[in-house]
């Protein structure tokens, strides 16, 4: 089964400084995080920013060529999650046909957010990454000073950490 997500933002991972976008479901009970080189991160800031470029740009450029063949992406989903290696397929419309094409999740997603489509996630992916969360965040300090932490943590806005390109 595969859940529909959003972009929540684009970020900087502080310890290795690489650009990662962030997906979460409607309920926000899934969080995606997906690492991408910076040319990614630009690619995919230009439409969640709307910016509007005086030429077409590789991603315009082939969603372009896509309509002039008669077909449309439909939606794209990130299908696996091997050897820390997202994949990902765009679902393509031609002549009542539906083809899937292979992708990388940072290519389809800006893809995405130009036709302004789904993006669709396979939830076996979303419960391995929330397994694999889950078994790394451990409780360290205990007393009331880590609660008072936790509490302001509780309540801080993210939506003000967006990183934007």
């Known amino acids: 089964m595969f859940v529909k997500m959003k972009v929540f933002g684009l970020a900087l991972d502080e310890t290795t400084k690489m650009p990662l976008i962030i997906l979460k479901d409607e309920s926000e009970k899934?969080?995606?995080?997906?690492?991408?080189?910076?040319?990614e991160a630009m690619a995919i800031s230009i439409p969640l920013n709307e910016v509007k470029m005086p030429r077409p740009l590789t991603h315009d450029l082939f969603l372009n060529t896509l309509?002039?063949?008669?077909g449309s992406l439909a939606e794209i989903r990130i299908t696996e999650l091997k050897d820390s290696t997202y994949y990902a397929n765009l679902v393509v419309?031609?002549?009542?046909?539906?083809?899937?094409?292979?992708s990388r999740p940072s290519d389809a997603i800006a893809l995405a957010l130009r036709a302004k489509v789904d993006i669709m996630v396979d939830e076996k992916i979303l419960l391995e990454v929330e397994d694999l969360i889950g078994s790394k965040q451990q409780e360290v300090l205990k007393d009331e000073e880590s609660k008072k932490w936790s509490e302001i943590l509780e309540k801080y806005d993210f939506d003000l950490t967006k990183y934007k390109m």
């Open 30 to 39: 899934y969080v995606l995080p997906i690492w991408i080189g910076a040319l």
């Open 67 to 70: 309509e002039t063949m008669g």
């Open 93 to 102: 419309k031609k002549e009542g046909k539906t083809l899937l094409i292979d």
